[in-house]
């Protein structure tokens, strides 16, 4: 594919940043979106890049991240749904808010990216569904229930996609571990829990260009080969 064009969420920092940064510096056209102006900016600035403040959670706003990918470059090649939030507490906690939240982000955002993107791809006859899932859909531990349920369904949603999809479309589940981000402080945790989290980041993460290249990979394999799901952890996760 000569220089595909790429629609990344949650393009302010971390994974969507790393992942930004890799393509474009391989000749790639990304179209950025994320609710931070500022960081979407700066970002943008150094990619070369096109960005539009976007809430995933509002269809309006990941609609019209795509038109504008479309209106810009005249094609949309592939769209990463990578925005997420986390929250991890037990089910105890009650806290339906942040359940929400995850559920709106992680789950219908992407839904949101879906319905965006994919008229655009039936139109071409080709295009590329990229969702940022996780290692903790896979192995499930206390605290991240509603986190981890998010993730799943979206694989769930990733193979039924890829099934419905006929010969034109690519569906890619990434599974990142625990990858060095703002994941844990944007949570807005209590202090000690993003200390905590923040700590064991620290100790074992890898860093956010290691899940780029692998959503790199995936985009960079010929239009005929999908590569469904790819699992990155460090080598110290348990
Ligand atoms: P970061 O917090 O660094 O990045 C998250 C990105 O999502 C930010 O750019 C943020 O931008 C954006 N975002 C959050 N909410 C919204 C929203 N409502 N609308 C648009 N953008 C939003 O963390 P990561 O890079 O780690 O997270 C990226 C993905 O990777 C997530 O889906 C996460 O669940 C997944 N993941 C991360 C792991 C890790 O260990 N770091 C492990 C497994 C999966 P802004 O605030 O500007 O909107």
Redesign the pocket.
């Known amino acids: 594919m000569d220089q595909p064009v790429v629609v990344i969420?949650?393009?302010?920092?971390?994974?969507?940043?790393a992942t930004a940064r890799l393509l474009a510096d391989r000749g790639t056209r990304v179209v950025l979106?994320?609710?931070?102006a500022e960081?979407?900016d700066a970002v943008a600035a150094a990619t070369g890049a096109v960005a539009r403040v976007?809430?995933?959670?509002r269809r309006e706003d990941v609609a019209a991240l795509v038109d504008l990918a479309v209106e810009t470059h005249g094609r949309l090649d592939v769209i990463v749904n990578?925005?997420?939030?986390?929250h991890v507490e037990p089910l105890d906690s009650l806290d339906v808010d942040h359940w929400d939240e995850m559920i709106d982000?992680?789950l219908r955002?992407v839904l949101h990216g879906v319905a965006a993107a994919l008229p655009v791809f039936r139109r071409q006859g080709a295009g590329h569904v990229v969702n940022?899932?996780?290692?903790?859909g896979l192995r499930i531990v206390p605290g991240q229930a509603v986190y981890a349920a998010t993730?799943n369904a979206v694989r769930t949603l990733s193979e039924a996609l890829r099934q419905e999809a006929g010969p034109g479309l690519r569906v890619t589940a990434v599974?990142?571990?625990?990858?060095?981000?703002?994941?844990v402080a944007?949570s807005g945790a209590d202090p000690e829990t993003v200390a905590q989290g923040q700590t064991r980041?620290d100790e074992i993460?890898i860093p956010?260009e290691a899940i780029a290249r692998a959503i790199a990979f995936a985009i960079g394999e010929p239009a005929a080969v999908d590569v469904g799901e790819i699992v990155v952890r460090p080598t110290a996760q348990g």
Not at 9 to 17: D, H, L, V, Y
Not at 33 to 36: D, W, Y
Not at 54 to 57: L, M, Y
Not at 82 to 86: C, E, P, R, T
């Open positions: 969420t949650g393009a302010s920092s971390g994974i969507g940043e979106g994320a609710r931070r960081r979407l976007t809430d995933v959670r990578n925005a997420g939030v986390a982000v992680n955002g940022v899932v996780s290692t903790s993730k599974s990142p571990g625990m990858t060095v981000t703002e994941l944007a980041m993460g956010a």
